[in-house]
């Protein structure tokens, strides 16, 4: 089967949107987080200059693969902000930025939106979309 100059420059403005619009994946992740045992806030909320430290993992599958990943093993043991995996509104940034780390490729916090994602047994919330800006 012959292609066109046409048809050809239709599939690449067709692959090129795709890539612009960003792609979905799918999948169940669960995070939990293990505050340090000295951190205590007293039932108070903590100050801006205070930050939540403390342990994490994600358990789940992604896009048909199993994900397991320790911050204790990540991190050889050091606590990590756990304030970024607690915080709604942070959450799937968070989980941008670790999937990326440790599937090497570039995954960006809007592509998690139809990834069920719970911090504690808590949803969180979308991802805002700026790509079409």
């Known amino acids: 089967m012959k ?18 619009s960003g792609t979905q994946f799918s999948g169940e992740l669960a995070v939990t987080t293990e505050e340090l045992p000295t951190q205590a806030f007293a039932g108070r909320e903590q100050t801006w200059a205070e930050r939540k430290m403390g342990y994490w993992t994600i358990q789940g599958t992604f896009n048909g693969r199993e994900i397991n990943i320790d911050s204790r ?52 919330n979308p991802a805002k979309d700026y790509s079409h800006l």
């Open 3 to 20: 292609l066109t100059t046409k048809q050809l420059k239709q599939m690449i403005r067709e692959t090129l949107n795709e890539i612009q």
């Open 73 to 124: 093993a990540l991190y050889g043991n050091k606590p990590t902000d756990i304030e970024q995996w607690e915080d709604a509104r942070k959450s799937r940034y968070a989980m941008a930025r670790e999937l990326t780390g440790h599937l090497k490729m570039t995954i960006r916090a809007f592509d998690l939106n139809s990834v069920n994602i719970t911090v504690n047994g808590k949803e969180t």
